[in-house]
């Protein structure tokens, strides 16, 4: 399970369930690698007393991309997952930041050959504090494991398979004693973390990897890129980055709906700008933070509201 503590109600096929009673067959266990999922924030606004969820449009559009490339059907329209992503939270009585994690997977009887076709979803729920308000600098290295690349797997999309490559490099660095780990694809250009984008800043410039680079398509890089050029002014470059630019940048974060805005403090032992959080990604902290709780008001479109 994520998360300490479960959920009453999950969302599964259809019906609130309740936690005890949401179960597959042990032989059936193996399902992750079967499956796609999303990875969603509903964020808690004190004054107003209420939740708000940040993209959902955007992330379901992702899980329905996911679907599709993964010739996966389902009997639910994203109408239907829509509303199910807030009931889930409305059920469960939220009043705290918490993850929404739709998940689709294929019968686990279906062989290799036959991967195609229906499939069973449910949608579970965790709180999940954000930690935007403690913006400690990560320390990171590059990878010696490559990237998937779009001919081996869709890192594009969210399909569990992909996070093996993903654990196998992150477990790898967390043993040489690092927090987190950028990797290469394989033309050997920075890719990603294994659950975030980066970004960086040289010269005044933010420059992230393109949507080609076998990165994930990230909601939270897309959403940064807007706040980068309309919130702050920022020039903000989508182009391939060597790993000798990180050594010399001035400034790293990484970006992703878990990651949210974390700043890089040295990779390879090398020292990013001064070794905290920079100035450029304090303001991507604070404009991002306002943003999704609906402090600030502008992108109403946003965020959806949990009645
Ligand atoms: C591999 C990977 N890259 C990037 C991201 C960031 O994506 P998003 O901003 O859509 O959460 C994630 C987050 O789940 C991820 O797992």
Redesign the pocket.
């Given at each position: 399970m994520w998360g300490d503590t479960p959920p009453e109600y999950l969302w599964y096929d259809g019906k609130m369930t309740p936690w005890n009673d949401a179960n597959v067959h042990v032989s059936q266990g193996h399902i992750f690698a079967h499956s796609i999922f999303?990875?969603?924030r509903a964020y808690w606004n004190d004054e107003e007393e209420r939740l708000y969820i940040f993209?959902l449009k955007?992330?379901l559009d992702?899980l329905y991309r996911s679907i599709k490339l993964m010739r996966m059907t389902s009997e639910f329209k994203i109408g239907q997952v829509t509303s199910a992503s807030s009931e889930v939270l409305t059920i469960n009585g939220y009043k705290e930041d918490t993850y929404v994690f739709p998940t689709v997977f294929f019968d686990p009887m279906v062989y290799l050959n036959k991967m195609i076709g229906p499939t069973h979803m449910f949608i579970h729920t965790f709180p999940h504090a954000s930690k935007l308000d403690k913006p400690d600098g990560a320390s990171a290295c590059i990878s010696s494991w490559t990237r998937i690349n779009d001919n081996i797997l869709p890192?594009r999309v969210?399909c569990w398979a992909?996070?093996r490559n993903?654990a196998i490099a992150w477990t790898d660095a967390s043993l040489k004693g690092f927090d987190e780990t950028l990797l290469l694809n394989s033309r050997g250009k920075i890719c990603?973390?294994?659950?975030?984008?980066v970004m960086m800043l040289q010269n005044g410039v933010v420059i992230t990897p393109p949507v080609t680079a076998d990165?994930?398509?990230?909601?939270?890089?897309?959403?940064l890129i807007q706040i980068g050029r309309e919130v702050l002014g920022l020039e903000v470059v989508e182009r391939e980055i060597d790993r000798t630019e990180l050594y010399t940048a001035d400034e790293i974060f990484l970006?992703?709906?878990?990651?949210e805005v974390s700043p890089i403090s040295s990779i390879d032992n090398y020292t990013v700008g001064a070794g905290g959080i920079g100035p450029v990604t304090e303001q991507f902290r604070r404009a991002y933070n306002d943003i999704i709780r609906g402090i600030d008001t502008r992108y109403e479109e946003w965020r959806t509201v949990v009645e």
């Open positions: 999303e990875g969603i993209r955007e992330h992702r890192a969210k992909n996070y993903s990603e973390a294994p659950g975030a984008c990165i994930l398509e990230s909601v939270t890089r897309a959403t970006c992703g709906t878990g990651a």
